[in-house]
């Protein structure tokens, strides 16, 4: 994993300490420079920025300034020579601090902070939208695991519900409705007013039933004309 850097400081041996410092540690990588905020903020939209090196005294705007007037900016690391304004820094939850003159190892371990928390970012935007591959329901005084790719038919009888999964059959007190909130839209469809299948497993239609490996399910002549579209254009059927 990489840190794509920003240095936003109108010294240029400031600047050229941190691309120094930017230059011998493996994770970082150095996309641009700016003199001031004002000619950085044209930068921070251009490019993939991670992580901004953010001085605080500058001509025009000040760090502080800059970092109270931005929204949406990727993680700071303030670098400055007064330790006064390291209060104002943090509340405005930068990565951390570094007053000048910062040795390389103070600089590596602020930079691994700002690489930790990019991780911690990424996971959990992966297990955000990872989608889920089950659902529960109460049977029996128990709470059933339900996995969608097991789960084979739904039958609905009076005010309950019957599903037939590669284990076993579950009955669940649920509604037609209720049960269809809880299923992925692109594998599960109502065929007829009593009977939702897991379009995954349909293996052959004979005129007016679709057949599940030993089951026939009968198309409700409402829904007739919307499940034929459908396997047709999810290729689940072959012309």
Same mark, same amino acid.
């Given at each position: 994993?990489?840190?794509?850097?920003?240095?936003?400081?109108?010294?240029?041996?400031?600047?050229? =300490?941190?691309?120094?410092?930017?230059?011998?540690? *493996?994770? @970082? #990588?150095?996309?641009?420079?700016? !003199?001031?905020? /004002? %000619? $950085?903020?044209?930068?921070?939209?251009?490019?993939?920025?991670?992580?901004?090196?953010?001085?605080?005294?500058?001509?025009?705007?000040?760090?502080?300034?800059?970092?109270?007037?931005?929204?949406?900016?990727?993680?700071?690391?303030?670098?400055?020579?007064?330790?006064?304004?390291? =209060?104002?820094?943090?509340?405005?939850?930068?990565? *951390?601090? @570094? #007053?000048?003159?910062?040795?390389? !190892?103070?600089? /590596? %371990? $602020?930079?691994?902070?700002?690489?930790?928390?990019?991780?911690?970012?990424?996971?959990?935007?992966?297990?955000?939208?990872?989608?889920?591959?089950?659902?529960?329901?109460?049977?029996?005084?128990?709470?059933?695991?339900?996995?969608?790719?097991?789960?084979?038919?739904?039958?609905?009888?009076?005010?309950?519900?019957?599903?037939?999964?590669?284990?076993?059959?579950?009955?669940?007190?649920?509604?037609?409705?209720?049960?269809?909130?809880?299923?992925?839209?692109?594998?599960?469809?109502?065929?007829?007013?009593?009977?939702?299948?897991?379009?995954?497993?349909?293996?052959?239609?004979?005129?007016?039933?679709?057949?599940?490996?030993?089951?026939?399910?009968?198309?409700?002549?409402?829904?007739?004309?919307?499940?034929?579209?459908?396997?047709?254009?999810?290729?689940?059927?072959?012309?």
């Amino acid at each position: 994993m990489k840190l794509n850097c920003l240095i936003i400081d109108d010294e240029p041996i400031a600047r050229k =300490l941190l691309q120094e410092y930017i230059e011998e540690t *493996d994770f @970082l #990588v150095l996309v641009g420079t700016a !003199e001031n905020p /004002l %000619k $950085a903020a044209g930068l921070v939209n251009q490019l993939e920025v991670d992580l901004i090196f953010l001085d605080i005294n500058m001509p025009k705007m000040n760090g502080l300034d800059f970092l109270r007037s931005s929204v949406n900016l990727p993680m700071v690391i303030m670098t400055t020579a007064y330790g006064q304004y390291a =209060l104002d820094g943090f509340e405005m939850a930068v990565v *951390d601090y @570094l #007053v000048k003159p910062f040795s390389l !190892e103070r600089f /590596l %371990k $602020a930079t691994q902070k700002a690489l930790e928390l990019k991780s911690l970012k990424q996971k959990k935007t992966s297990y955000t939208d990872a989608k889920p591959d089950h659902f529960f329901v109460k049977c029996e005084g128990k709470i059933e695991k339900i996995l969608y790719a097991e789960l084979n038919y739904i039958e609905a009888m009076a005010n309950y519900l019957t599903l037939y999964t590669n284990g076993g059959k579950f009955v669940v007190y649920l509604t037609i409705k209720g049960i269809l909130e809880k299923l992925p839209a692109d594998k599960f469809m109502q065929v007829h007013k009593s009977h939702i299948v897991n379009l995954n497993n349909v293996q052959t239609i004979e005129g007016n039933m679709l057949r599940l490996g030993g089951v026939k399910i009968t198309i409700g002549l409402n829904f007739h004309d919307a499940v034929m579209q459908r396997l047709l254009r999810d290729k689940f059927i072959k012309r």
